[in-house]
């Protein structure tokens, strides 16, 4: 059986596994520092996080095109894109070395620094709506 504590603690869930996700990016990235050609790579999370809070509180406002159903038996159109996940792309506007390789240690750790610090704070947040969850079950049974 499976129950929302809240409405954001899905959000907050999907938030710790994306920025997760961020997190072994980076340190890919770093490890590829001395990699020939290799290509620093980063994620895109804040849009399936708004598609994912779209969803959760009702504005399915999205801006991708419906496709027209003329008929009942005609199939749903197909998408290669998922919007409930996070685009992985290559980061542009980087300085390429002679030997090809995009990574750029201080933005590595800027980054790395800068997901740390919301990771911590996702995890207060969840934390915090869990505690708010628990208090009104020990309330209760406190009756």
């Known amino acids: 059986m499976s129950f929302e504590i809240s409405k954001a603690h899905s959000l907050l869930a999907m938030g710790m596994g994306e920025r997760a996700m961020r997190q072994e990016l980076i340190a890919s990235n770093i490890a590829n520092i001395d990699t020939p050609y290799y290509k620093a790579r980063d994620i895109d999370f804040e849009s399936a996080m708004m598609q994912k809070e ?28 998922d919007d409930k996940k996070a685009t992985i792309y290559l980061r542009d506007g980087i300085t390429q070395r002679n030997d090809g390789n995009t990574v750029d240690l201080d933005v590595e750790t800027t980054e790395l620094s800068k997901n740390a610090v919301m990771y911590s704070a996702l995890t207060a947040a969840l934390k915090k709506d869990s505690l708010i969850f628990k208090s009104v079950l020990d309330a209760s049974a406190k009756v």
């Open 54 to 81: 779209r969803e959760i509180w009702g504005d399915n406002s999205s801006k991708k095109l419906q496709m027209a159903k003329t008929d009942k038996s005609h199939m749903d159109g197909y998408s290669m894109i």
